[in-house]
């Protein structure tokens, strides 16, 4: 998947869990990761920095390759 700024996108469960980003931080992953929509803020290398949701969630830094569009 391509994407860039201002793309709408979710977190792939399969490919966040058990990995190093994953394990930085809580094990338990929110589901608003996986179920609502996230919008690309910047890009920078191999990460995406993403906002999900319109309730206030931090922001979060993840490899492109475990997002999917939002559809």
């Known amino acids: 998947m391509a994407v860039k700024k201002g793309s709408m996108?979710?977190?792939?469960?399969?490919?966040l869990e058990n990995s190093l980003e994953?394990?930085?931080s809580d094990s338990r992953l929110?589901?608003?990761?996986?179920e609502?929509?996230?919008?690309?803020?910047?890009?920078?290398?191999?990460?995406?920095?993403?906002?999900?949701?319109?309730?206030?969630?931090?922001n979060i830094w993840l490899r492109m390759d475990q997002l999917e569009e939002f559809q």
Do not use: H
Not at 9 to 15: H, M, N, S, W
Not at 30 to 34: D, Q
Not at 38 to 54: N, P, Q, R
């Open 36 to 58: 609502t929509e996230g919008e690309i803020l910047d890009t920078k290398g191999d990460y995406a920095l993403v906002k999900f949701g319109k309730v206030p969630t931090p």
């Open 9 to 15: 996108v979710r977190a792939i469960r399969e490919k």
């Open 30 to 34: 929110p589901s608003y990761l996986f």
């Open 22 to 24: 994953a394990k930085a």
